[in-house]
């Protein structure tokens, strides 16, 4: 990819959208949470959540570039327990104030956050991946809502989200599954063959994925025709699940 690639702040973008919509879900996917500090990221999100009437939902993850990581002089092996301290710090601060924390990286006292979030729980949270490993199955039983693998889960994938769901008191079938497209690029210039890539979505509907994340700049060059693109999207689906 070329270094010069702009990456706008996503957050900052979404609250953008939200200003000029009033239906669009905003899909923080993914959010690098542990490259920040949670109560800076929890007030972002929550009042992002709280402008846009409850339409954020978040993937907080952790990333496989250890460069982001060295930059920001963040340890890059701990990033796991980074993340988990987060969670549990976000939960505390979309909850009643004052709220406190003796965890082993971001300790504080009688912290008042306001305002909350739209929700009492804050915003919906996605977890997923490549695989559906220990720490993403844990974090998602305990504070997931929606479940977004980024490749296709195996059936014993999804008997143990099941089971662990059942286990923790919770119903699996009360999380969003969320499906998606696979690019594959013909050259390092072309963008990807759209037919191709939608062409798992009956598989996964069978599976009881019911969103999808198609990603637009993988198809098309052109900012402009995004909103021909999405139309030409919902044909091709609805043509292959009719």
């Not at 496989?64 to 060295?70: H, M």
């Not at 939960?91 to 990286?105: E, L, N, R, V, Y």
């Not at 804050?122 to 977004?148: A, I, K, S």
């Not at 690029?185 to 994925?209: N, Y």
Request: proline share 10%; with cysteine.
């Amino acid at each position: 990819q070329d270094p010069h690639t702009p990456w706008p702040n996503s957050l900052l973008l979404l609250a953008a959208i939200a200003s000029v919509t009033s239906r669009l879900r905003l899909a923080a996917a993914a959010v690098l949470a542990p490259l920040r500090h949670p109560l800076l990221l929890a007030r972002e999100l929550g009042t992002l959540d709280l402008i846009s009437a409850g339409r954020l939902v978040v993937q907080p993850t952790v990333s496989w570039s250890k460069d982001e990581y060295d930059a920001l002089g963040v340890p890059f092996t701990r990033r796991g327990r980074l993340l988990d301290e987060h969670l549990e710090i976000w939960a505390k601060a979309w909850g009643p104030s004052p709220i406190s924390h003796d965890g082993p990286h971001y300790p504080f006292q009688d912290v008042y956050f306001e305002p909350k979030a739209h929700r009492p729980d804050g915003p919906r949270l996605w977890f997923g991946g490549q695989r559906l490993h220990g720490p993403v199955l844990r974090r998602l039983v305990r504070y997931g809502h929606g479940f977004h693998p980024l490749g296709r889960p195996t059936p014993g994938d999804l008997r143990g989200l099941e089971e662990a769901m059942s286990a923790a008191g919770r119903d699996a079938a009360g999380l969003e599954m969320i499906g998606g497209t696979r690019a594959v690029f013909p050259d390092d210039r072309s963008p990807a063959d759209l037919g191709a890539a939608l062409a798992v979505i009956p598989e996964q509907l069978e599976q009881g994925f019911t969103t999808f994340c198609v990603k637009p700049n993988q198809f098309i060059d052109d900012p402009g025709g995004v909103g021909e693109f999405c139309r030409e999207v919902m044909r091709r689906v609805e043509t292959l699940t009719s």
